[in-house]
């Protein structure tokens, strides 16, 4: 199976039920604990957007808001409920350069291999402006696997570590799954600073 392909066309088959589904999740824990390390002026990307809800929060605080998904459907419903401009790219193909003080990835490199898994990371951090911070998540686990025609990768504090050589870690904690049908997931939450 073709697991990139696969995964885009699940989202591509479920990007209306998707969206509906994620856009009221209330977010606001992990916002706190990331917002207090932009600036005013802050260019964000929302990295893997989704259906938008993040990046309309972040436009909501005045942040330079920037946003792209591998899903053109989801990039176009994202676009009209964000009011941000969503481009559609992977992090595979993923070629900015110096470009933003923050990158949020929330939900959305656990779609990338492990073995690409480093590359990506490499290019989140030539996309970062000195001291940028990048926040990411990954459900709780070590596997790669597929569920329902999704590929996820799976990460620990112990394996996610491997791919941080370019970044200093500022925080990393579980928490709980913020949909009431899912709350027995567990996340990896992850927030770096590019090292200089």
Known sequence: MDVTHSTQQYYADHAESFAESTQAVDMSALYERFVPYLSAECSLLDAGCGSGR????????SFRVAAFD????????ASEYSGVQVAVDTFQGFTAQAQYDAIWCCASLLHVPKAELGDVMQRLARALAAQGVIYMSFKYGDQERVKDGRFFCDQTEQTITAYLADFEVCEMWVTGDQRVDRSAE???????????
């Open 186 to 196: 567990k996340w990896l939450n992850v927030i770096v600073r590019k090292q200089v």
């Open 54 to 61: 993040d990046a309309k929060f972040f436009q909501s605080l």
């Open 70 to 77: 591998a899903s053109p459907e989801l990039a176009a419903l």
